[in-house]
């Protein structure tokens, strides 16, 4: 199964910060991984999908790059409602698997 | 507009079984495989498994085999996972979700959430 690496599991930040949140994956996915923002006790929120490309209705603060195994969310200019949980998903190849989370916080 | 509407909490004991469904409306359901994903509490997300409606195939992760089964009826747009056995480990939220319409393999259009809930 390919792993999908998150590192730090804690951010903190600031309003207005911009944040970068990076995934890596134990092997080559080329551009098949997705983001997700997931807030407590909800489903998740798709952000990102194929590394880079914004799904609809997504805020364009959001924006994402990567290819190979290092993949990278950037927020621009963090507002209130984006402190939350932040996963990355590769789907490369079944299973498909999800990184363990990037929590960002307030500062 | 898509909508994936899940049913209500469940509580087993353990080694019973616990059959959760999904029921969709808002587009054509025969047209987008619908996967399963589950969260334990303060965990990270785990996909267990995906279904095409319209024929019925399926693919489940190896951890799941043999124990889960993904059905579906057509005539209701629902699809239902299955899953036998079950432990203390499998308490945990579980979700459907449905792909995309351009790539066919993210997950924007998930249901509620079912929480299963194994206890003696």
């Known amino acids: 199964d390919i792993q999908m690496t998150q590192s730090p599991s804690t951010l903190s930040a600031s309003v207005g910060d911009r944040v970068t949140i990076p995934c890596r994956a134990n092997?080559?996915?080329?551009?098949?991984v997705a983001w997700y923002q997931q807030k407590a006790g909800k489903a998740p929120n798709l952000l990102i999908y194929?590394?880079?490309s914004l799904q609809t209705g997504v805020p364009s603060r959001f924006s994402g790059s990567g290819s190979g195994t290092e993949f990278t969310l950037t927020i621009n200019s963090l507002q209130p409602d984006d402190f939350a949980t932040y996963c990355c998903?590769?789907?490369?190849?079944?299973?498909?698997?999800f990184g363990q989370g990037t929590k960002v916080e307030l500062k | 507009q898509v909508q994936l509407v899940q049913s209500g909490a469940e509580v087993k004991k353990p080694g019973a079984s616990v059959k959760v469904s999904c029921q969709a409306s808002?587009?054509?359901?025969?047209?987008?495989?619908i996967n399963w994903v589950r969260q334990a509490a303060g965990q990270g997300l785990e996909w267990m498994g995906w279904?095409?409606?319209?024929?019925?195939?399926?693919g489940y992760a190896q951890k799941f085999q043999g124990r889960v089964s993904m059905t579906r009826d057509t005539s209701i747009n629902t699809a239902y996972m299955e899953m036998s056995s079950l432990t203390s480990e499998d308490t945990a939220m579980y979700f459907c979700?449905?792909?995309?319409?351009?790539?066919?393999?993210?997950?924007?259009?998930w249901g509620q959430g079912t929480l299963v809930t194994v206890s003696s």
């Open positions: 979700a449905r792909v995309s319409s351009y790539t066919r393999r993210d997950l924007p259009f």
């Open positions: 808002g587009y054509t359901f025969i047209n987008y495989d």
């Open positions: 279904m095409n409606p319209d024929s019925g195939d399926t």
């Open positions: 092997q080559n996915i080329s551009i098949w």
């Open positions: 194929r590394s880079s």
């Open positions: 998903q590769q789907y490369n190849s079944y299973p498909w698997t």
